[in-house]
Nanobody, 125 residues
Framework: VHLQESGGGSVQAGDSLTLSCTGSGFSFNSSPMGWFRQAPGHACTMLSVIQRDGSLIYANSVKGRFTVSRDNVKNTVYLQMNDLKPDDTAKYTC????????????????????WGMGTQVTVSS
């Protein structure tokens, strides 16, 4: 399994970015996928998960600003991020391989088997 994130960068507060996570080596079409982030000195947190039934969940901190979607032809999951704030500065990582007995809430590194290396997002005020 390989997950590759892209699309990070340095932006100003209020800007938008779209992150991509392209997967290979597994059945992408049916796989739950997650987006997580971790800032220096802070715990890793869930941002959004596409669950087994295709439903989406979002962390309260990003609800209404971030939107997750997937393109099964391109084996890619996207995270559209709008109205970015300095507090959104973090390394963003995607995950796949949800463990069978996990239905949420979702935690970093414990609930998904496969992780990308992450992409850095820096938001300046």
């Amino acid at each position: 399994v390989h997950l590759q994130e892209s699309g990070g960068g340095s932006v100003q507060a209020g800007d938008s970015l779209t992150l991509s996570c392209t997967g290979s080596g597994f059945s992408f079409n049916s796989s739950p996928m997650g987006w997580f982030r971790q800032a220096p000195g802070h715990a890793c947190t869930m941002l959004s998960v596409i669950q087994r039934d295709g439903s989406l969940i979002y962390a309260n901190s990003v609800k209404g600003r971030f939107t997750v979607s997937r393109d099964n032809v391109k084996n890619t999951v996207y995270l559209q991020m709008n109205d970015l704030k300095p507090d959104d500065t973090a390394k963003y990582t995607c995950a796949a391989g949800l463990y069978p007995d996990v239905d949420g809430p979702f935690h970093c590194y414990n609930d998904f088997n496969d992780w990308g290396m992450g992409t850095q997002v820096t938001v300046s005020s």
